[in-house]
């Protein structure tokens, strides 16, 4: 199977732009979290859908959005970017269960200048 | 709300050595699931090895193996015959029985292997 893809892998935005990343899941997973990773907060749970419904959010302003589509793809959406933003930003996907694997993508490079 | 807490930001161990790395973790859940993940320079994040909380046994997986200590809420890390490949940030991560909250993810552990 194909493995967790992600776009773009890099991304260079300013400030108060939006931006809208993309990850397709690995066939037949339809659970698809995201992650922000940066250099001082490490990784943070944003948010996580399953069967294109939001399951639950981290603690991130509301400039951070998702969806989850009928193939169980997904994006996520940053709205007035700031510099704090840059960030990479991880999917990862799984079999329903929490006790399975999650699959992460290679990631978005985001900078915000 | 649940923490994780790696204390050693860097490790660094001789090649075919042994080192462990250290997690602790707080939550009030009695089921759940714990993780480590290794990320390599390149970014993708690998499990490693993972834990359920309802068990007592220790995971294993080749030359890496836990020591869970429920009642200390401590998930140690321990890499046997350290290999050049095993350079990476190795996380510790924690999710709760429904899964739904996400991975919780503590700050990192830099492993080094000296040759």
């Known amino acids: 199977k194909a493995g967790v893809t992600q776009t773009p892998r890099y991304l260079i935005k300013t400030r108060g732009q939006q931006v809208t990343l993309s990850c397709s899941p690995i066939s037949g997973h339809r659970s698809v979290s995201w992650y922000q990773q940066t250099p001082g907060q490490g990784l943070q749970f944003l948010f996580e859908?399953?069967?294109?419904?939001?399951?639950n959010k981290g603690n991130f302003p509301g400039r951070f959005s998702g969806r989850q589509f009928s193939n169980s793809r997904s994006e996520m959406n940053v709205s007035t970017l700031e510099l704090g933003d840059s960030a990479l930003y991880l999917c990862?996907?799984?079999?329903?269960?929490?006790?399975?694997?999650?699959?992460f993508g290679p990631g978005t490079r985001l900078t915000v200048l | 709300a649940q923490t994780v807490t790696q204390s050693q930001p860097e490790m660094s161990v001789q090649e075919a050595e042994t080192v462990t790395l250290s997690c602790t973790y707080d939550?009030?859940?009695?089921?759940?699931?714990l993780f480590w993940y290794k990320q390599p320079p390149s970014r993708q994040m690998i499990l490693v090895i993972r834990?359920?909380?309802?068990?007592?046994q220790n995971a294993t997986e080749n030359r890496f193996s836990v020591n869970f200590q429920k009642a200390a809420k401590s998930f140690s890390l321990k890499i046997s015959d350290s290999q050049l490949g095993d350079a990476a940030m190795y996380f510790c991560a924690y999710t709760s029985g429904g899964g739904a909250d996400g991975l919780t993810f503590g700050k990192g552990t830099h492993l080094i292997i000296q040759p």
């Open positions: 939550t009030s859940e009695s089921d759940y699931y």
């Open positions: 859908y399953f069967s294109e419904t939001q399951r």
């Open positions: 834990q359920e909380a309802y068990k007592q």
């Open positions: 990862a996907s799984r079999e329903t269960g929490a006790h399975n694997e999650q699959f």
